[in-house]
């Protein structure tokens, strides 16, 4: 038995309007200071109004949410006492308001003690989520997971309660129209990882299948399109519904290897997030191609109509190079053989205990970890 769950979701032009037919007293947004900055505050903030809803804001959320910055927006919430909590900005600041959320609703309580199994995560008692994603990549809008930066410890913590669903999801394409080029290009990536280790993990299932299919089509015919002209207003619709498709779909099912090697290099060399687990993607699809067990990237590859998915590898390759993507760690700034070296068994170590990796069709070795890390560093393909 499973479940397949989603927030209710509002997509399409205009679709922030949906925020005039709000029920409440208050409303808190989340964000980060680039949406202050653009005014993306105060224009929510309108249609608050319009709903006859008081609202306040916290802008401090950073790219890498820390424990003091929660806690921060925690207290916020708790002296304010919104019914309606707004996460607004990419997928940092969404995962920092469910963060707040559960601390707003559980004073007290251990972040680190999130899991699927958390009985004791009482949430809705005080308020309900809304996540406007501002960029078009990780999905957290429709997923119940969130990931937290332990900065002491130079990891990222990956927690998740169903629990945590938002209770609607915004999807509008005004909002992602002032991305930048490189994170529109690395947000992208973060789509496509998604949504093909959301079809070939180990809890891949036929409610899921589709929406992945879906985005990585998407991703394919749109992504160097939104790249090449942020005022493409198609390209960035499709890929902004690209990301709440692989979100939804990776979300009910799971991600796997090449997101746990990509978090552990991006903790450690303050990669960001999609950019460091699609340069993974084309690496793990190889080495579970060499597996002994069926990895379901052929079908991928004939739903794109590509003959294998060796040309799959390739087509990945052509689109990281066509929208600016790494190919290999060495071609990351300031990561010398040297470094990387000595960060090897940190590399290993967090790879080896992030819990996505589980979900992988082959799991690694300690040793095939190493040996994969550092064929990416160099840019071999995969043989083992």
Same mark, same amino acid.
């Given at each position: 038995m499973w479940y397949f769950r989603s927030p209710e979701i509002v997509f399409g032009e205009d679709a922030l309007e949906h925020l005039e037919t709000? *029920? !409440?007293?208050?409303?808190? @947004?989340?964000?980060?200071?680039? =949406?202050?900055? /653009?005014?993306?505050?105060?224009?929510?903030?309108?249609?608050?109004?319009?709903a006859g809803l008081a609202y306040d804001s916290f802008s401090q959320v950073e790219r890498e949410p820390a424990m003091d910055t929660i806690h921060r927006g925690a207290d916020k919430l708790s002296a304010y006492q919104p019914d309606w909590i707004?996460? *607004? !900005?990419?997928?940092?600041? @969404?995962?920092?308001?469910?963060? =707040?959320?559960? /601390?707003?609703?559980?004073?007290?309580?251990?972040?680190?003690?999130?899991?699927?199994f958390a009985d004791d995560l009482v949430l809705r008692q005080k308020a309900r989520l809304i996540a406007i994603p501002t960029t078009s990549g990780t999905g957290s809008e429709c997923t119940w997971a969130l990931v937290l930066t332990d900065a002491a410890e130079g990891r990222k913590l990956g927690l998740g309660n169903p629990n945590l669903l938002p209770d609607i999801a915004i999807i509008d394409p005004l909002l992602p129209q002032k991305m930048p080029a490189r994170l529109t290009a690395d947000t992208?990536?973060?789509?496509?990882?998604?949504?093909?280790?959301?079809?070939?993990?180990?809890?891949?299932?036929?409610?899921?299948?589709?929406?992945?299919?879906?985005?990585?089509?998407?991703?394919?015919?749109?992504?160097?399109?939104?790249?090449k002209d942020g005022a493409d207003l198609v390209a960035r619709e499709k890929m902004h519904n690209a990301a709440t498709l692989a979100g939804l779909g990776f979300g009910n099912a799971?991600?796997?290897?090449?997101?746990?090697?990509?978090?552990?290099?991006?903790?450690?060399?303050?990669?960001?997030?999609?950019?460091?687990?699609?340069?993974?993607?084309?690496?793990?699809?190889?080495?579970?191609?060499?597996?002994?067990?069926?990895?379901?990237?052929?079908?991928?590859?004939?739903?794109?109509?590509?003959?294998?998915?060796?040309?799959?590898?390739?087509?990945?390759?052509?689109?990281?190079?066509?929208?600016g993507q790494p190919l290999t760690i060495a071609d990351l700034p300031n990561i010398t053989a040297e470094v990387f070296e000595r960060e090897l068994d940190h590399l290993v170590a967090n790879a080896e205990a992030d819990s996505v990796i589980t979900m992988s069709s082959r799991i690694p070795t300690t040793d095939e970890i190493a040996a994969i890390f550092r064929y990416v560093y160099t840019g071999q393909a995969i043989d083992f």
């Open positions: 709000l *029920l !409440g007293r208050r409303a808190f @947004i989340i964000t980060d200071n680039t =949406m202050l900055t /653009l005014g993306f505050v105060d224009h929510i903030g309108q249609y608050l109004s319009q707004i996460g *607004l !900005g990419g997928g940092s600041v @969404i995962d920092a308001a469910k963060a =707040m959320w559960v /601390l707003y609703e559980n004073p007290g309580y251990d972040l680190e003690a999130v899991n699927p992208g990536f973060d789509v496509l990882t998604q949504a093909i280790e959301g079809y070939t993990c180990a809890l891949h299932n036929d409610f899921s299948d589709g929406l992945c299919l879906k985005a990585i089509q998407l991703v394919f015919d749109y992504l160097p399109r939104a790249v799971m991600a796997a290897l090449a997101h746990s090697l990509g978090h552990s290099l991006g903790a450690i060399f303050t990669i960001p997030h999609g950019r460091a687990v699609g340069l993974f993607l084309p690496y793990t699809i190889q080495y579970l191609q060499n597996g002994p067990t069926n990895t379901r990237f052929d079908q991928i590859s004939r739903f794109l109509g590509l003959s294998s998915p060796d040309q799959l590898v390739t087509a990945i390759h052509e689109l990281a190079r066509t929208v």
